[in-house]
């Protein structure tokens, strides 16, 4: 489906209130991967606020990870399963650099340039993932021999769906790049199996110093723009927010109720005085309406009641069309 205009313009809401107040939409996917669904939404008319939940923060490659790197490359593995274009890019750097270790025992520079030129994989190569499949195929020189797998659905369910990892059986042995959490679907479901499962870990997330105050001053803003509009409160389009991890979700919980807490606690005796005016100041969880990727996250937003459309991939097309009916 393509990115277009059509698939938000078509929305019964009055061209008055569309007019008046474009729908809002939170971008909380990090800032290395927030730009093609923030410009796909812009386009499409939306108001788009990019407010990451999530910072990537590397992690130092230790003699563990070079072991699980060496077995990899030796054939002890029978798969290896990518989840993100930063732990691929990160798992393909040391690749390279082993495979050019290795040939320059011969102190060859040309052999270390036919190194990268010729890399083979010795096990299915999956990636989790359009954007993580094309790290891995932009890297690919002519002469490599490796192909890209990916599940038909970018999930731990689509993982598992696949004959490459359908197959695997007690006593076989799966590496995974990732980062720090996730993924845990997969590795039960494989492990209650008897697979053996490894992991790298070259990155974990955490939440943005900035979070808290670029939130605040963003719900700042906004109820600032609503003053001005004469749109009654009843009418307003809840503010759309994209969320596409659990740990994503419980950050922006966090951050969202310590602002409540906030206003709520306020010593300011106009504000005790006029108590509508702390609740107009603050929006809930609840205020929101939420896009979640996949089966567990959409289960968490559900536990605690809130309005949300669950879509199985991230793709702009794919959230932005999520948006449209969410808010017919």
């Given at each position: 489906m393509p990115c277009s205009t059509s698939q938000f313009t078509d929305s019964p809401h009055s061209t008055e209130q569309s007019a008046a107040l474009p729908q809002v939409v939170i971008n909380t996917r990090p800032i290395e991967r927030a730009a093609p669904l923030t410009q796909c939404l812009q386009a499409a008319g939306l108001s788009v606020i990019e407010m990451p939940m999530l910072a990537l923060q590397a992690h130092a490659a230790t003699d563990e990870d070079r072991k699980m790197m060496r077995q990899w490359l030796a054939g002890d593995y029978q798969a290896l399963v990518i989840v993100s274009p930063t732990a691929a890019a990160s798992g393909l750097a040391m690749w390279q650099a082993l495979e050019v270790e290795r040939y320059k025992q011969n102190n060859t520079t040309e052999l270390a340039e036919s190194a990268l030129a010729a890399l083979e994989t010795p096990s299915h190569l999956i990636a989790v993932g359009e954007a993580t499949a094309a790290v891995l195929n932009d890297a690919k020189r002519p002469v490599a021999s490796y192909q890209v797998?990916?599940?038909?659905?970018?999930?731990?369910?689509?993982?598992?769906?696949?004959?490459?990892?359908e197959s695997l059986q007690a006593g076989d042995k799966l590496l995974i790049w990732r980062g720090l959490g996730g993924r845990r679907l997969l590795v039960d479901t494989l492990q209650a199996r008897g697979v053996h499962i490894d992991s790298i870990a070259w990155y974990e997330r955490i939440m943005p110093d900035e979070a808290q105050s670029q939130y605040e001053q963003w719900l700042q803003d906004f109820q600032a723009q609503n003053a001005s509009k004469t749109i009654a409160s009843a009418d307003r389009i809840k503010p759309v927010v994209v969320i596409s991890s659990g740990t994503a979700f419980e950050y922006w919980a966090s951050i969202v109720e310590a602002t409540v807490i906030k206003a709520s606690?306020?010593?300011?005796?106009?504000a005790i005085a006029n108590q509508s005016k702390i609740d107009n100041a603050v929006l809930k969880l609840s205020d929101f309406t939420y896009i979640v990727l996949g089966e567990r996250l959409a289960n968490m937003v559900a536990e605690q009641q809130?309005?949300?459309?669950?879509?199985?991939?991230?793709?702009p097309e794919t959230i932005l069309a999520a948006i449209s009916a969410k808010v017919l």
């Open positions: 797998l990916q599940p038909t659905i970018a999930n731990n369910e689509g993982m598992l769906a696949m004959p490459e990892i606690e306020a010593t300011n005796l106009e809130l309005s949300y459309w669950r879509v199985e991939d991230l793709a």
